[in-house]
């Protein structure tokens, strides 16, 4: 079993749905929690992070993390096409990060 | 303020043939991160720097990969004899010491044939 499991989707939605990312994950030593977004052919760009249960909104995005139940999940409100990407969830336990595979999201016009 | 930067973007070699690829982290960066990226998936790491000493590379497949940080700053990654296998995106990212996020560079993209 992977220490953190996601959904690799492929997700479709329209432009201006709600979206739900999540992941999973079993290591009880993570810390601190980030989504990375990763356009085709690009490197991950960190889009938010958080270390504490609770959530966390940044503009259309909202980061939500469980502990008691190991499970992180990204919103996003009011999908726009330029949304349409790979959405990597990624924890962090001393200096060393562990990702999951990546929901590629697709926000259709 | 720059980004990672790495360096070539693309790359095409016939298999057992050598590859290097080159990273320069944001500049006051102590720690430096080669990460494996097949497609549909996530990033794998390779090996993490502190400064100039490699402090985890368990997941470096040491016969034929190799890595050096000279002087704690640019990082190089070597494959010799390259194979099939190896195709995909290599990663690098940096990351200021206890810091929550690391930066990642574009990528190198490695097509082995």
């Known amino acids: 079993q992977k220490e953190v499991e996601q959904d690799p989707g492929p997700l479709s939605v329209p432009e201006g749905a709600i979206v739900s990312l999540n992941c999973t994950y079993s290591?009880?030593?993570?810390?601190?929690f980030m989504w990375y977004r990763q356009y085709s052919r690009k490197g991950p760009e960190l889009l938010m992070y958080t270390y504490s249960s609770g959530n966390k909104e940044d503009g259309r995005f909202t980061a939500q993390v469980d502990k008691s139940s190991k499970y992180i999940s990204l919103f996003i409100r009011d999908s726009q096409p330029s949304d349409s990407a790979t959405y990597l969830c990624?924890?962090?336990?001393?200096?060393?990060?562990?990702f999951g595979t990546g929901t590629s999201l697709t926000v259709i016009p | 303020e720059a980004g990672v930067v790495q360096s070539p973007r693309y790359k095409i070699i016939e298999k057992k043939q050598p590859v290097a690829f080159w990273c320069n982290p944001i500049?006051?960066?102590?720690?430096l991160y080669w990460y494996l990226q097949n497609l549909g998936q996530g990033p794998e790491l390779l090996i993490r720097?502190?400064?100039?000493?490699?402090?985890?590379d368990s997941q470096l497949p040491k016969d034929r990969f190799s890595a050096e940080r000279l002087k704690g700053v640019d990082s190089t990654l070597k494959i010799q004899p390259a194979e099939l296998g190896d195709s995909a995106v290599y990663l690098c990212?940096?990351?200021?010491?206890?810091?929550?996020?690391?930066?990642f560079g574009q990528g190198t993209r490695l097509t082995v044939v």
């Open positions: 500049s006051g960066h102590n720690t």
């Open positions: 990212a940096s990351s200021l010491g206890g810091s929550t996020e690391a930066f």
């Open positions: 290591n009880s030593a993570f810390q601190y």
């Open positions: 990624a924890m962090k336990a001393g200096n060393q990060f562990y």
């Open positions: 720097y502190e400064n100039e000493e490699a402090v985890d």
